[in-house]
């Protein structure tokens, strides 16, 4: 399994309050993202980032932040957490030095409840 | 925009049947299309077909690509009750930037013994 760990792994905290998600991969892959996955929805990609401090939005990046200050972490902040930002949260990273280019590894996710 | 849209959302089945799952696609200038299986956990990359690899197999799991059609399928043969997950199909175009994968809504495989 590539190496991508995620923490908090589970999370409940409350309207309004600021959290931060954190990813860490230990492959030195270029190429590192944030999804959320919701029932109905599928994966939908947040914010990615193609190298340090080069970040990108994605397709429901509203109401969230990414900081990439070092190669192996990519930090996503819901600055004021709301309820319709309860979800699973899956860091993926991707190297695309040679095929399969697209290939992404995921992380364990984050269960996040905003009550 | 890119879509990705995957069908049934939903299949159960009894061990030992042969599954097809469908995935069709709109993108401006295809790169690749990717197979993912997603149990309770991480999704787990199973497949990717490019224009340069069309149909890929892997044991009791293969996949095909018509890149005239606009779609993809996933066969299991032979189902076992450890193919019940949820499988996921994206894709990449290089409007918006490679880097990026689109998902399908996924189907849910329920695989009884």
């Known amino acids: 399994d590539a190496g991508i760990t995620q923490s908090p792994r589970h999370k409940v905290t409350e309207t309004g309050t600021p959290v931060t998600l954190r990813c860490h991969q230990t492959?030195?892959?270029?190429?590192m993202y944030w999804y959320r996955q919701d029932p109905g929805h599928g994966l939908r990609l947040i914010h990615y980032?193609?190298?340090?401090?080069?970040?990108d939005k994605g397709e429901v990046s509203d109401g969230y932040s990414v900081s990439r200050s070092k190669t192996e972490d990519f930090l996503l902040t819901l600055e004021s957490a709301t309820s319709s930002q309860t979800s699973v949260y899956f860091c993926?990273?991707?190297?695309?030095?040679?095929?399969?280019?697209?290939?992404?590894?995921f992380g364990p996710g984050t269960r996040l409840t905003v009550l | 925009e890119d879509k990705v849209v995957q069908s049934p959302l939903s299949l159960v089945v009894h061990e030992g049947d042969t599954v097809t799952l469908n995935c069709s696609y709109e993108?401006?200038?295809?790169?690749?299309l990717l197979w993912y299986k997603q149990e309770k956990k991480a999704p787990t990359f199973l497949f990717m077909l490019?224009?340069?690899?069309i149909e890929k197999k892997s044991g009791r799991l293969s996949s095909i690509l018509d890149k005239k059609e606009l779609f993809s399928i996933l066969n299991i043969t032979a189902t076992q009750t450890g193919d019940s997950a949820v499988y996921l199909c994206?894709?990449?175009?290089?409007?918006?930037?490679?880097?990026?994968?689109?998902f399908g809504k996924g189907t849910k495989l329920t695989v009884n013994p």
């Open positions: 993108v401006t200038n295809f790169r690749s």
């Open positions: 490019t224009s340069s690899g």
């Open positions: 980032s193609y190298g340090v401090k080069d970040t």
């Open positions: 994206a894709l990449t175009g290089t409007q918006g930037g490679s880097e990026k994968l689109v």
């Open positions: 492959e030195n892959h270029r190429y």
């Open positions: 993926a990273i991707s190297d695309h030095r040679g095929p399969p280019y697209n290939e992404q590894f």
